[in-house]
């Protein structure tokens, strides 16, 4: 049982799935992700950073800075690109009729022996259903297959259902009232959306309470036997599988983590590129 880790997130429960030999690296060791050192991984960092920059921009609009003040805050070609898809995309004009938005709001729930974590990019609850936006910044448009079996959307969906009544004046949201929209902003009139069910959230969060008590158990933490997985992984010098790094879109999907912890918006000036 690993005793030092109290908490599980999308991303820590991908990592296991994927490689518990990365999962231990990462959550257990606390090891930080190496540097990187090749021109593409250094691109790759930089479009990382202004992912997360965009991020902020978003919430910062959703808070109700005026969107020509936040807009002279995307200073790069990748941030404008995005900045102009946002304002413009039509399926995220609904919001001001909408009686509720959370942007970057954390939930957690007990899940057998730790909490389960989750911070979403906004949550808008309308009248009779509740909307998980999340903002991506890949450079493919994943698959709606991918997305769908992923850890982020059954983690999203069902926490909301678990942990999500104070947002619904004290009642529990039912799976149905739920949707989740992956929303790419170099993709913008695709979005991916999923509609949950209750049958979908019994299953998940069943997985869920299972995946955990595997994690509790857990004595020792193997490597991958998809080696594949370990061309995008930013670990493989620990793990002599290899040096040159995969494809940074594909790494991308693969090796997202998402950040937990506040966000100090007093700095959003100072980030530089
Ligand atoms: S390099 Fe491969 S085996 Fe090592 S942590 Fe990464 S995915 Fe796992």
């Given at each position: 049982m690993p005793e030092q880790l109290t908490t599980l997130s999308q991303s820590s429960l991908q990592d296991y799935q994927d490689c518990p030999r990365r999962f231990e690296l990462r959550y257990l060791q606390r090891l930080a992700y190496p540097a990187i050192e090749t021109e593409p991984a250094l691109e790759n960092e930089k479009h990382q950073k202004e992912g997360e920059y965009f991020h902020r921009l978003v919430q910062q609009h959703l808070i109700g800075i005026p969107a020509e003040q936040v807009g002279?805050?995307?200073?790069?070609e990748n941030l404008q690109r995005w900045w102009e898809n946002y304002i413009n995309a039509k399926d995220l004009t609904g919001f001001k009729n909408l009686s509720g938005l959370y942007p970057e709001i954390a939930l957690s729930a007990p899940l057998g022996k730790f909490r389960l974590v989750a911070k979403y990019d906004l949550i808008a609850v309308g009248k009779d259903q509740v909307t998980i936006f999340d903002w991506k910044t890949y450079r493919k448009r994943p698959k709606n297959e991918f997305l769908h079996i992923r850890w982020q959307t059954r983690v999203y969906q069902a926490l909301l259902v678990q942990a999500g009544a104070h947002l619904n004046h004290g009642k529990p949201f039912a799976p149905e009232q739920i949707e989740m929209i992956y929303w790419f902003a170099d993709f913008p009139a695709e979005p991916a959306r999923f509609i949950y069910k209750a049958d979908q959230y019994k299953r998940d969060w069943d997985a869920l309470i299972k995946f955990a008590d595997e994690i509790a158990s857990a004595s020792d933490f193997p490597k991958t036997d998809v080696v594949s997985k370990c061309s995008y992984c930013p670990y493989r010098s620990y793990c002599n599988r290899g040096i040159r790094a995969g494809d940074a879109a594909d790494a991308e999907l693969e090796t997202e983590a998402e950040e937990l912890f506040d966000i100090n918006f007093e700095q959003i000036g100072e980030i530089a590129f």
């Open positions: 002279k805050l995307a200073n790069t």
